[in-house]
């Protein structure tokens, strides 16, 4: 039997295996959701299975995150499917694309820049304004320890979530006189199709584990969560190297 009803929850980016985890997560423990995602047949089977395994009401929206001009709609229409009072907004807008490629074309450069940070800024100023409103609920971002340090290796992907991660320290300390609570979830190396066979990877944990912590980190209103929680130590070591050695390093 499922879980009690819960207020209805936004996933934007929901066909990702760390989203359709955490999903999971939300579903197992009785939210509806609306879930938001650019490729239609994989959003409907994702939506499919949660119902099937929760009993929970699952609707969707096809939103294309770099279709700017949409977005205004495509917000109308999440608020409109959550009955206009979502109890919160989980967001999953990841793209590392190729950072060799990136750091010769401006194109690819900017792909990079606008679905990692300005997509996620253009969707979440009228989601916030709308919990803003209503005076309560959470807003929960999945950035990364990428923006901690910026590394050759793929440097545009870390200057977008550094930005991310500092909207979003903005956002909180905005929205916190407003009643509503906002969560950056900093992931180190997760089992998704972003990484796989990606060289330099190391200490990859099952997108369920990063999940899990995610749910436990919105349901306690953690400010900041890093997932696994080792990694917290491994970025204070990373950041800890003096600028002048971390030049020299190849990584």
């Known amino acids: 039997m499922s879980a009690a009803a819960k207020g209805p929850v936004l996933v934007i980016g929901a066909t990702s295996a760390m989203a359709r985890a955490a999903a999971a997560e939300l579903a197992g423990a009785g939210h509806a959701l609306v879930l938001a995602a650019r490729d239609e047949e994989e959003l ?11 009993g929970i009401a699952i609707s969707t929206l096809v939103m294309d995150a770099l279709a700017f001009d949409t977005h205004p709609a495509a917000v109308e229409r999440m608020l409109a499917a959550a009955g206009g009072e979502p109890e919160g ?10 950072p060799e490629q990136a750091a ?20 979440l100023t009228p989601l916030a304004e709308r919990l803003a409103a209503l005076g309560r609920g959470w807003v929960c971002v999945v ?4 923006g901690e340090r910026g590394r050759q290796s793929n440097y545009l992907y870390g200057a977008a979530k550094a930005g991310l991660t500092a909207y979003l320290q903005g956002l ?8 509503v609570h906002v969560t950056t979830v900093l992931p180190g190396f997760v089992d998704t199709r972003m990484v796989f066979g990606k060289p ?5 944990a099952p997108p369920e584990r990063v ?3 995610i749910r436990r980190a919105v349901e306690r209103r953690r400010n900041v969560v890093y997932l696994p929680g080792f990694w917290r130590v491994v970025m204070l070591g990373i950041r800890a190297i003096p600028e002048g050695l971390f030049k020299r390093l190849r990584l």
Do not use: P, W
């Open 44 to 54: 409907d089977a994702v939506a499919a299975d949660l119902r099937v395994r929760h």
């Open 89 to 98: 907004v989980l967001v999953f807008l990841g793209y590392l694309g190729d």
């Open 104 to 123: 010769t074309d401006a194109a690819e450069a900017r792909r990079v820049i606008d679905t990692n940070l300005t997509a996620c800024v253009s969707l």
């Open 143 to 146: 950035s990364s320890v990428a």
């Open 172 to 179: 909180r300390n905005r929205l916190f006189h407003r009643g």
């Open 200 to 204: 330099g990877t190391f200490l990859v």
């Open 211 to 213: 999940a899990r912590g």
